[in-house]
């Protein structure tokens, strides 16, 4: 799971930032001595990119969190690749799709050669299965995305890789898709380890992969400079780099793109803020780059607690849920209304909740309340906990809630809301010490299975009390062998049309069970200077950079 952090500082300080942060870069490798690159640097051939995201290590083996992997996008090469504009999985480093076995467990991949790593040393199979396996055993944050499925990688000659999973999966290649499933440099990182525990050591300030752009300046906190690679096999970029500046503060972040500090803003600015820059875009001749993002916020529910543990409860609270109210109110329509763990970007999705409860159904709401044996003189009692960060304004979000709640059921529904902050949530949720949770999820691999299987799935059970898993991990301890079956079929199956029918019965059933209330998807949001082009968030969520002119 990966959750944006939304914390900032001063935008006039940009330019005593980055003329004080930066460093020089010799020979390809990054030094810490500070450099007078400043806000003189900026010419018609770089473009200056704005954000409020942190980078806490540029290691893609210890890397999960939104931004970098906009910057491993960019720097960084895969096996495979979306297309750009769609969400159809292409080759990149390897030269066509893989073959595979007739069980589903042997996948056979051909790899380029002939392109070269930031460091001007050769990419060949070798050196994916070396980039691969360190990515697998250093037991970094985002390990075990390609380790829960894969038992091997063997590469019998320098243009071919075979993996063998643990157990079939259809769309594996879609794990090789993964921005941190990339190809690095052995020559950099396979000589750098703990000497305490000799395991392979992280590097958090160096990127050497095979990328269009490569990392040539980098102080934590304040400043990334990226420069076209020059021996870049692939399409050269149209500038000559990017230079991103960390704001603290995203109110400073919107002063520095509303005075051209800076010619781009990305991640991330507040629904208010994102207002007011559209407001004013026709007479400034901004341009706002959007598309419908990955992203999704939910509400877990506790199936162990009381009362949340009545299935009745958690389907009154379903149908008590004013999507578009909040949507209006507070997202100024910046989110949309979710009706499925799965997001509406997906073929696959289908909006089961719409469908099964409607528009706060307050009628149906009460008539399930008062099955569960609950009235106005004795009402059910639901404690809804939260982040302040949560969807930028959690306090406003929850009230919000709270209140739409209250006016559409009446007393039969009392909730309650308590603020958390998510470190010590996060910590405590799969012991189930919450009832319901308002969380956010960004997935790792763009697959329906990425908001199935991590949510619903159980791996071990005591009755109906999930005790390991994907639901026991979110806080809601949901348990269904029907479900698990499903979520283990779809995973494997190769026909497209059984796969999604499989998907079409987990999302019916998760409405009918309602151990997570799906509330809202994201949209993303670059915003542009006068005269910048080629600015686009792609289907995948991410912002290419080699398509930016000036």
């Keep these: 799971m990966k959750y944006l952090l939304r914390r900032f500082l001063a935008w006039f300080a940009i330019a005593l930032i980055i003329v004080t942060a930066l460093f020089a870069c010799t020979n390809g490798k990054i030094n810490n001595n500070v450099n007078k690159l400043g806000i003189s640097d900026r010419t018609d051939e770089r473009i200056l990119l704005g954000t409020t995201s942190k980078i806490r290590t540029l290691d893609p083996a210890d890397a999960n969190e939104f931004f970098i992997s906009n910057v491993f996008y960019n720097t960084l090469e895969r096996l495979y690749t979306y297309k750009e504009g769609s969400n159809e999985i292409v080759p990149q480093l390897a030269l066509d799709m893989p073959k595979v076995s ?14 070269k790593f930031h460091d001007r040393t050769n990419f060949n199979a070798y050196t994916m299965k070396f980039a691969l396996e360190r990515f697998i055993n250093s037991k970094g944050t985002p390990a075990y995305i390609l380790g829960d499925v894969i038992e091997s990688i063997s590469a019998p000659n320098d243009t071919e890789l075979i993996f063998k999973l643990k157990q079939p999966l259809q769309f594996f290649p879609k794990f090789l898709a993964f921005t941190g499933a990339a190809a690095i440099s ?8 703990d000497e305490k525990t000799g395991n392979l050591q992280f590097l958090p300030d160096k990127l050497i992969g095979t990328g269009p752009y490569q990392v040539t ?5 304040s400043y990334l400079r990226l420069d076209a690679f020059p021996d870049y096999w692939g399409k050269k970029p149209a500038n000559k780099g990017v230079d991103i500046q960390f704001f603290s503060s995203n109110s400073n972040l919107l002063n520095a793109f509303k005075t051209g500090a800076v010619d781009i803003a990305f991640q991330t600015l507040t629904p208010t803020q994102v207002k007011n820059i559209e407001a004013n875009a026709q007479q400034n001749g901004w341009t706002i780059a959007s598309g419908q993002g990955a992203t999704i916020l939910y509400m877990v529910l506790n199936t162990q607690q009381s009362p949340l543990n009545d299935i009745r409860v958690r389907q009154a609270l379903a149908a008590a849920i004013d999507r578009p109210l909040l949507e209006s109110r507070i997202f100024f329509n910046q989110r949309t209304p979710l009706y499925s763990l799965i997001p509406s970007t997906f073929t696959e999705s289908k909006p089961v909740f719409e469908k099964k409860y409607g528009e706060v159904n307050s009628k149906l709401s009460r008539q399930l309340l008062q099955e569960a044996g609950y009235s106005d003189d004795k009402p059910a009692q639901v404690t809804i906990w939260y982040s302040p960060k949560y969807g930028g304004n959690g306090d406003l979000i929850a009230s919000t809630l709270r209140a739409s709640i209250q006016k559409n059921i009446g007393k039969i529904l009392q909730i309650k809301t308590e603020r958390v902050e998510n470190t010590v949530g996060y910590a405590f949720l799969d012991k189930g010490v919450y009832s319901s949770y308002l969380l956010d999820w960004t997935p790792d691999i763009l697959d329906p299975d990425n908001y199935i299987k991590p949510f619903l799935d159980c791996e071990e059970a005591e009755g109906d009390r999930c005790k390991k898993g994907g639901s026991q991990f979110q806080g809601s301890f949901y348990n269904n062998p029907k479900m698990n079956e499903l979520i283990a079929n779809q995973r494997k199956e190769r026909d497209v049309n059984k796969r999604s029918q499989q998907i079409q019965q987990i999302q019916e059933i998760l409405a009918q069970d309602v151990p997570f209330i ?26 290419p950079y080699w398509n930016i002119t000036k």
């Design 102 to 115: 007739d069980d589903g467990l042997i996948y056979t991949v051909p790899v380029r050669t002939g392109i």
């Design 186 to 193: 052995p020559q950099v990182y396979k000589h750098i380890k």
């Design 217 to 221: 300046q980098f102080v934590e906190g």
């Design 518 to 543: 799906p509330l809202w998807q994201n949209k993303e949001y670059a915003f542009a200077q006068k005269g910048i082009d080629g600015v686009k968030i792609e289907p995948n969520q991410q912002l």
